[in-house]
């Protein structure tokens, strides 16, 4: 029974780091995610939102001191923060180099799980076709109900200008029901390289209902602010003066786009005013 009671506990306390984590506010995420840990070391879920924790405060050499706590063989999100952290300090790439070794893993869903990770790491360094083959074997045996890996694959087909592709693989995974948070994201980005302003904007609501965390607010932010420019080139002031309208409403919009969206709105309700 103690077993169960503290199991469910550690859970707990993860799932509150998780939240705060989200919501960008490590400091808050940081104790719950260190006692989760401190009670079921073993487990490197409860490690990982630690270590997302402590590099969100920038405290890059405290997450590379707990290397040694990884389990030969250990890939996933840890390693992958760890891989982050050499990153932001110039060190040699060791956590990087664990990850290609693991891609030649004889379990499928360990090589999947390390090209996910690597896609997402070297997604800047890569050639579109090498980050496409990444993708491809992340795509492979993901975990149950989950979205990410084949997200992460439409996210190469993008990358490589095959918005077919793409749009046909977010089509199957809509059919599959397994549309959640990274579903949606990628559906938003599909939309906005397709110039399809309307769509990009529901898409990017349907993430904030998965998620109301920052990350989802500023991208909304953003689509509403390109969708309402569209509207205005278009000549539907109505249309243009909502979405700019929007824009402000939101606290987390990026100053600079709230600042130009009032900028714009105050413009054309000045334009469509009767005498002006």
């Known amino acids: 029974m103690r077993s169960d009671s503290l199991r469910a506990s550690c859970y707990m306390l993860w799932r509150l780091a998780w939240a705060w984590n989200l919501l960008e506010e490590p400091d808050s995420a940081l104790g719950p995610a260190l006692r989760a840990w401190s009670e079921r070391p073993q487990s490197e879920l409860y490690l990982g939102e630690y270590l997302r924790a402590l590099y969100r405060l920038g405290r890059f050499r405290e997450i590379l001191d707990l290397e040694p706590l990884l389990r030969d063989g250990?890939?996933?999100?840890?390693?992958?923060?760890m891989a982050r952290a050499e990153?932001?300090?110039?060190?040699?790439?060791?956590?990087?180099?664990a990850l290609l070794q693991l891609l030649a893993s004889?379990?499928?869903?360990?090589?999947?799980?390390?090209a996910l990770w690597l896609s997402i790491l070297l997604e800047t360094?890569?050639?579109?076709?090498?980050?496409?083959?990444l993708a491809l074997l992340a795509a492979g045996p993901g975990p149950p109900g989950s979205d990410m890996p084949s997200t992460r694959l439409a996210d190469a087909y993008m990358e490589m200008g095959m918005l077919g592709e793409a749009s046909a693989l977010l089509s199957a995974i809509r059919?599959?029901?397994c549309?959640?948070?990274?579903?949606?994201v990628?559906?938003?980005?599909?939309?906005?390289?397709?110039?399809?302003?309307e769509r990009r904007i529901w898409a990017c609501r349907r993430a904030v209902e998965c998620r109301r965390v920052p990350a989802t607010l500023r991208s909304l932010a953003w689509a509403l602010y390109s969708g309402g420019r569209a509207a205005l080139r278009d000549g539907d002031l109505a249309l243009a003066l909502s979405r700019l309208r929007e824009v402000s409403s939101i606290p987390e919009a990026p100053d600079d786009i709230a600042l130009e969206a009032d900028s714009l709105a105050a413009l054309v309700e000045a334009f469509a005013s009767p005498g002006s």
Not at 125 to 133: G, I, V
């Open 106 to 114: 004889d379990r499928d869903s360990v090589a999947a799980d390390a």
């Open 74 to 81: 250990s890939g996933g999100y840890c390693r992958y923060v």
């Open 125 to 133: 360094e890569l050639e579109p076709d090498s980050l496409l083959a």
């Open 175 to 177: 059919l599959s029901g």
């Open 179 to 184: 549309c959640g948070y990274h579903y949606w």
């Open 186 to 197: 990628c559906a938003s980005e599909l939309a906005r390289r397709e110039l399809d302003h």
């Open 87 to 97: 990153r932001e300090l110039g060190l040699p790439r060791v956590s990087t180099q």
